[in-house]
């Protein structure tokens, strides 16, 4: 009977700001937590994220490798981040490589259970729920959507 | 060094009804749950969530403050419910006055992965999976998409 | 005051091939794991599920009763599978025969919170993050969107 290897989640060289708030469950490791962050259970953040000060990082939410996010975010329950667009038809299976950047500006509020491809997004910037992010947004506003869009303005 | 502030994931402060089962890992917190009810694991219900008898509530949802859930209902697995919409360009941050309600009534379903903005919803409605509820349902049926809309019968 | 019964998530009766790494807390029961598969932590797979060699399972997955998923799958985080299409207008609250199965073939790679509804996937398929599948797909190919449609390549 074969067993298997088990790791734990749990924090692992986890450079902290001051007061920052935690609820385990929780995995993060070899990442950068701002000053007076919340991270909820639940969560997973990897390696060398780096994440500014005030920045909310709420229950469920999963924040891969290469992805930086600046101050007085919202990262809504249950958002999923990516690096690997499966650029070559299937999952780059360690070609690190192939993984692409997220860079998101501050005061980016990102609604519960959006999905954010491997983009840059400008500060002041707020991303409907469920949403699914697919391309670099390089002007403030709302967007929503699957793929998301701009919401214009109601007059 | 900093060091976080660890909060631990459980059930504080909750009134269970009649042979309710709950998986841990959960978070559940100043709630009131329904006789005969279950909750998965990898959920989080926060305080003032009101849950009716013989609801499911499966794994790793998400039920927000201000939320009220009828009777024989079916919370699916990933959906998350959401009381800030960011009405002011960001998240509400503690005032509290900006969050609004959800009130979902009996017999409602909603499928996984589902996202449920502040709406109210009548008795007798599924939610297809993946959707995102932007309004409010006032007539019984199916209603699916990003956002949602009802999905007429097929003759 | 009435107590809950509390069940924990953890691994059992699960049948694990060689060299798999898990990483817990996740809920495993009654699986079958194939060899050098990876499971990430919150994650959910439950009774009956065979899941072939080589493939991975991300963190905030959830995997329900009735699944098969092939060698060298990737099931991105917070992919959720569904066997219970509410055919009757709500959930099958333990009628299983009208559950319906999920039959995913080698080399899928599903994004990341995707929604998978019981159906039949062939091998060598991309399904894009955030996706609906709602459909059988029988052509290789990537699919994407709410529903899930396939996206034809650009020239």
Excluded at 9 to 17: K, M, N, P, Q
Excluded at 82 to 92: C, L, R, V, W
Aim: charged share 20%; net charge neutral; glycine share 12%.
């Amino acid at each position: 009977m074969n067993q298997p290897e088990i790791y734990q989640a749990g924090l692992r060289e986890v450079e902290f700001g001051a007061r920052v708030k935690i609820v385990e469950p929780c995995n993060l490791y070899g990442c950068k937590i701002g000053d007076d962050c919340f991270v909820g259970p639940f969560t997973e953040i990897q390696k060398d994220v780096r994440i500014g000060a005030r920045t909310r990082v709420q229950s469920h939410a999963f924040i891969c490798e290469l992805s930086t996010i600046g101050d007085d975010c919202f990262v809504g329950h249950g958002v999923m981040f990516i690096n690997d667009t499966f650029s070559t038809g299937g999952p780059a299976r360690g070609r690190k490589e192939l993984w692409r950047e997220t860079v998101i500006g501050n005061r980016v509020s990102i609604g519960s259970n959006a999905t954010i491809m491997p983009v840059n997004i400008v500060d002041d910037v707020v991303i409907g729920a469920g949403s699914v992010v697919t391309k670099d947004i390089t002007t403030p506003g709302t967007y929503a959507g699957n793929p998301a869009r701009r919401l214009l303005a109601r007059g």
